[in-house]
């Protein structure tokens, strides 16, 4: 399993903090909520956050975009350091053009879908992409509940990816902790976003370990 921490839940005024953490307990991605008060009711970061992150780390920034416009952010996003970016199939209009200018930017492209987006609605871009990232709370906060019906989605997801014989990665957002990693992992995630579980733990690096403990107890079986 890939650990992708999700800094929109760390301290924000201390967001070097946030990298440290996410270098110091084995971090494979991290994971940057970039939010327009339009698509989503909150804002967050924009492209000089982005930019100053990826001068700070050399982990790679997976890039989720919560806008409603992603297209005219895209070049900007990938110039400020993105390593992955992802936006809503809900706001893509033209999504196939859309993972193509990511690929192009040299970046890898995810489609995200919300809880009451069926995946099955997938199967004609996936050849397009490199990771689906699968909504388990409705995007616009840390701190919500999980979706638990996510799991099924990934389930799905993973049974039409290797139908069509094709590698894409599974990610999930939204409500993970060492509960509920577990439970993603044997659906077939490959990536787990989490944000409170890590850093609104006193300790987020023993909050990692707990994750990855966890996971690791269900991918051996
Ligand atoms: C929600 C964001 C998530 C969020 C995860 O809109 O996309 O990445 O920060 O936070 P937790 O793990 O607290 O649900
Ligand atoms: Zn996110």
Excluded at 9 to 38: F, I, K, R, S, T
Excluded at 54 to 81: F, I, K, Q, W
Excluded at 168 to 179: K, S
């Amino acid at each position: 399993m890939k650990l992708a921490p999700s800094i929109l839940a760390a301290d924000l005024a201390d967001l070097a903090a946030a990298l440290a953490v996410c270098e110091q307990g084995g971090a494979e991605l991290v994971h940057v909520d970039v939010m327009d008060g339009h698509f989503v009711p909150n804002l967050s970061f924009g492209v000089p956050v982005v930019k100053a992150l990826s001068r700070r780390t050399e982990l790679p920034l997976d890039v989720h975009l919560m806008v409603s416009n992603p297209d005219r952010l895209l070049d900007d996003y990938l110039a400020a350091g993105a390593d992955r970016i992802a936006v809503h199939w809900e706001v893509a209009e033209h999504v196939h053009r859309t993972l193509g200018r990511i690929r192009e930017g040299g970046a890898e492209a995810g489609v995200v879908v919300n809880p009451g987006t069926p995946v099955e609605l997938l199967e004609d871009v996936l050849e397009a992409l490199d990771f689906v990232l699968v909504m388990s709370v409705n995007p616009g906060f840390a701190g919500q509940a999980f979706i638990p019906r996510a799991l099924d989605k990934a389930r799905r997801l993973r049974g039409m990816i290797e139908r069509l014989g094709l590698t894409v990665e599974i990610e999930m957002d939204g409500g993970l902790d060492p509960d509920t990693v577990p439970r993603a992992v044997e659906a077939g995630v490959e990536t787990c976003v989490v944000g409170s579980a890590i850093f609104g733990r006193e300790d987020p690096l023993a909050a990692m370990a707990e994750i990855r403990a966890r996971a690791a107890e269900r991918e051996v079986r």
